[in-house]
Each structure stands twice: as structure tokens, then as C-alpha cells.
């Protein structure tokens, strides 16, 4: 058994699969090993799932032994965020309001993806019913960033990155509502999909905001994500002979979008100087709508998720942090016809953002404009938490809103990321460029 397997991409785990230089049962003892004896495992884990990941994984290697492998991940092991149901096992989606709440079925994406092969290790910690960016949780737990345990992890699927980022899953399974995917990627400096709304199933994943829940991997490559989108229910992608050589890229040169912390910014600005340098024509412009767009954010996320959450809420509050207990109760006080008129306003800036854009292949920004905070200080200071956590959504945020699909990178510059976004179902064309761009910042 090699502990260097632990650090390995996914796809590089599936090769040594292929090739039989590694075993499904082995690889998947080591993964459970290390988050057994991880100094912040029960940190990053709500709870492992062994008897299950153990027999997923001997499937894995009796198909292996008898030239049957479902594809390049069959046999590797995967974490899941705490909000996908896991038949027989709790998923409380990191709220002490849904403790003891175990499904009776597995949530889509994951059967479909132990159907291709995964081993599911098992449940990672997240946010409060997944409503905010920072990753923090008191009432569960709060995850450590990789690049200072003092500060946050990013959020809301918080785990799910630093079950990768820590070496105690090869990739984590996320859900990205206004930033949750690619936030904590980006803070981990890991590869993050947003993937468009309605291309994944989020049958069985308990839900925040539906019109904006999205289900996407956190992973160590490009190739990872690609591999994995497939396995979960989106197209193949063949990234073979990616370039950027020629690729139309627009900087979003925005007012809305200041300010950017200073080292957000000259990381970003450096990533862009390099994806110019390997042949990538950049382009920097305003887009008003993006400015009206954010603007309607109150209007949109908290309404809807305190429609979902408010009657479960209001019946124990105390059980909940208050924070993000405040967040919810927000939504409480928008009348319905705004968030009616706050749609339909929101149908008609998609259109004009998508045709203002259609011309370049992707619109970049900033995954993050500020570093992860100190949890220390936005556990003591709620007006601290607020800000913080609004201007971490800021950019994703527009992901969310004006649709589409949108990919983190790693700068290289710690918990620092750069977003890449697309129209709706261009998942293929982004990774393709992502591909490129991963080579282009190393």
C-alpha cells in the first residue's frame, strides 16, 4: 500500500487501476486509514461509510481481475457533501434541525455514480443547510483550510474540498447555489465546476434555493472534473489537443465587481498575463447588467430558501447558528410580487449579459475577491461575518444568476483562484479551455 496515492488525481488513480499497478481493495483501506488517523478527519468527515466503500471497492477489483472496469474511475474513491441521501446512512445537510435523518435511497447522482464504479467513502461536513460562502459551522463542524487552519475553508461544500485537499478522497461531490462549489475550491486551491442548472439531477439532494441549486466535483485537475461531470449525468469531453492559442476571453472590468482585495487582484491579474502569453486574446469591458443582477440577489436567494427552511426553522431556531440563521429570516420580508418581478427582471439581464458575451468564449473574474477570514473573528463578530461572506459570494454569485457554467482554477498563488464562466450547456467547450488554462498557470 502507498501513501502517495493519497495526493494522486483521480484519473491518475484510474490509470494505475487500469494497469493493475494498483488494487481497488488496497487503494480504498489506504483512503480510510488516512482519514482514520487524519489529526482533523472527524473535522472534514460527518461520517465515513467503510462497510459500504469497502464493498464498492471489492466490486471494483473483481471487475478489474476479470477485464470488466465500468471506466477510467471504477475503484476510485470519492467523497460526497452531507446533502446527497445515502441509503441507510444520516445525511443532515450540517444542521442539527435535520439530526437522525437517514434516506431510504441514494440521491441520482450518487447511484448513478457507484453504478460506474466510485467509492463512496463517505459524508463531508458543509455550511448550515448549505447557506453561506465561508464554510463555517459551529453547530457540526468547521473544516481547516489547507493553507492556515485558522482561517475559513469556504462553503458552503467545505468538506468536500478539504477531503481533497488533506489527501482523504481522490475528489469531492458538491452543490453550488451561489458560489459553494468553486468558493472553497478556490481557497483550497483546487479545480471547481458550476455546472448549469438542470444538467446534473438534484433528485434526493436536499435542497436550499431549486432554481439555483447546482451539483458539481471538486477535484486536483481539469481532467478530473471532466471525467467525473460524465460519470454524474453530464456529457463526455474529449480534451485532447486543448489550446488556447486564439481563445476569445473577456476580463469583466466592472465597477460592480470592486473592490477586489489586493491579493486577489494581483494574483488574478497574473493568471490573466499568462493565459495571454500562451496565445489567449483578452479583452476587458463593463457589463452593466452585472451590477443589476446582484442587485437583485436579496430579492431571489433568501425568499426561496426561506420558503423551503422557514416552518423547520421557526419551529427550533436555538439549534441553529445565528448568522445563518439570520440569513434565512431574511427572506421572511420580501413581499411575493417582488420576488416575482425580481425574476422576471433577472429572465431579461440573462439575455442581454448572454448576448453581450456571446462573442468570447469565456468571461473571467476573480473566483474570490478577499482571502479566507479568520474564524475566530467571524465566530465573535456577526456584522463581520455578514460582510465577509457577501463579498465572498460576490463573484460567483454571478455565475448563479446569469447562468451558465463557470470553472475555478488554481493561480498559483494560495487561496487565490481564477473563475472562467460560459453559457448554459457549454460545459464542454469550458473544460476544453480549462484544460488549456491549467497548462498556461501550471
Not at 474540498?161 to 483546487?190: E, H, M, Q, Y
Not at 486543448?242 to 476569445?248: F, K, T, V, Y
Not at 427572506?331 to 427582471?345: K, L, Y
Request: charged share 20%; hydrophobic share 45%; proline share 7%.
Amino acid at each position: 500500500m502507498s501513501d502517495s496515492w493519497l495526493w494522486m488525481t483521480a484519473a491518475d488513480l484510474g490509470r494505475g487501476l487500469e494497469a493493475e499497478t494498483i488494487d481497488a481493495r488496497e487503494l480504498t483501506e489506504v483512503y480510510l486509514a488516512a482519514i482514520d488517523g487524519h489529526p482533523q478527519g472527524t473535522g472534514i468527515y460527518a461520517r465515513t461509510m467503510p462497510e459500504r466503500a469497502r464493498a464498492e471497492a471489492d466490486a471494483a477489483a473483481n471487475r478489474a481481475r476479470v477485464g470488466l472496469r465500468r471506466g477510467l474511475l471504477d475503484g476510485v474513491p470519492v467523497s460526497w457533501k452531507d446533502l446527497f441521501d445515502s441509503a441507510g446512512v444520516a445525511t443532515e445537510a450540517g444542521s442539527a434541525l435535520l439530526r437522525d435523518r437517514v434516506p431510504d435511497t441514494d440521491a441520482e447522482v450518487l447511484a448513478r455514480a457507484s453504478r460506474a464504479g466510485l467509492v463512496a467513502l463517505g459524508k463531508t461536513h458543509m455550511t448550515e443547510l448549505a447557506f453561506s460562502g465561508l464554510g463555517l459551522n459551529p453547530v457540526t463542524a468547521t473544516p481547516p483550510n489547507i493553507n492556515d487552519p485558522e482561517l475559513a475553508p469556504g462553503g458552503s461544500s467545505s468538506g468536500a474540498a478539504t477531503s481533497v485537499a488533506f489527501g482523504l478522497a481522490a475528489a469531492g461531490i458538491g452543490s453550488d447555489t451561489g458560489g459553494s462549489v468553486r468558493v472553497p475550491s478556490a481557497w483550497n486551491d483546487l479545480v471547481g465546476l458550476k455546472t448549469t442548472h438542470g444538467l446534473l439531477s438534484l433528485a434526493g439532494v436536499v435542497p436550499l434555493c431549486p432554481r439555483f441549486d447546482t451539483v458539481g466535483p471538486l477535484c486536483r485537475s481539469v481532467e478530473d472534473a471532466a471525467l467525473l461531470l460524465a460519470l454524474l449525468g453530464g456529457p463526455s469531453t474529449d480534451l485532447a489537443g486543448a489550446a488556447l492559442s486564439g481563445a476569445r476571453l473577456l476580463v469583466l472590468d466592472d465597477p460592480a465587481l470592486e473592490p477586489t482585495r489586493p491579493e486577489p487582484r494581483a494574483a488574478f491579474e497574473d493568471a490573466v498575463s499568462r493565459l495571454a502569453a500562451a496565445g489567449a486574446r483578452v479583452t476587458r469591458s463593463a457589463a452593466p447588467m452585472i451590477g443589476e443582477a446582484l442587485a437583485l440577489a436579496p430579492l431571489l436567494f433568501a425568499p426561496e430558501a426561506y420558503g423551503i427552511w422557514g416552518e423547520t426553522i421557526e419551529a427550533r431556531p436555538d439549534l441553529m447558528f445565528v448568522p445563518v440563521r439570520e440569513r434565512f429570516r431574511a427572506g421572511a420580508t420580501v413581499p411575493a410580487p417582488d420576488f416575482v418581478r425580481g425574476w422576471r427582471a433577472l429572465d431579461a439581464l440573462r439575455a442581454s449579459y448572454h448576448a453581450a458575451t456571446a462573442a468570447y468564449d469565456a468571461v473571467l473574474v476573480p473566483t474570490a475577491p478577499n482571502l479566507p477570514p479568520n474564524v475566530d473573528r467571524l465566530l465573535s463578530d456577526a456584522e463581520y461575518f455578514a460582510t465577509e461572506n457577501l463579498l465572498t459570494l460576490r463573484n460567483t454569485r454571478i455565475g448563479n444568476l446569469l447562468g451558465g457554467c463557470s470553472l475555478t482554477l488554481p493561480t498559483g498563488e494560495p487561496s487565490c483562484g481564477v473563475s472562467l464562466m460560459a453559457p448554459p450547456g457549454a460545459e464542454s467547450r469550458l473544460l476544453r479551455l480549462g484544460a488549456a488554462a491549467e497548462g498556461a498557470l501550471g
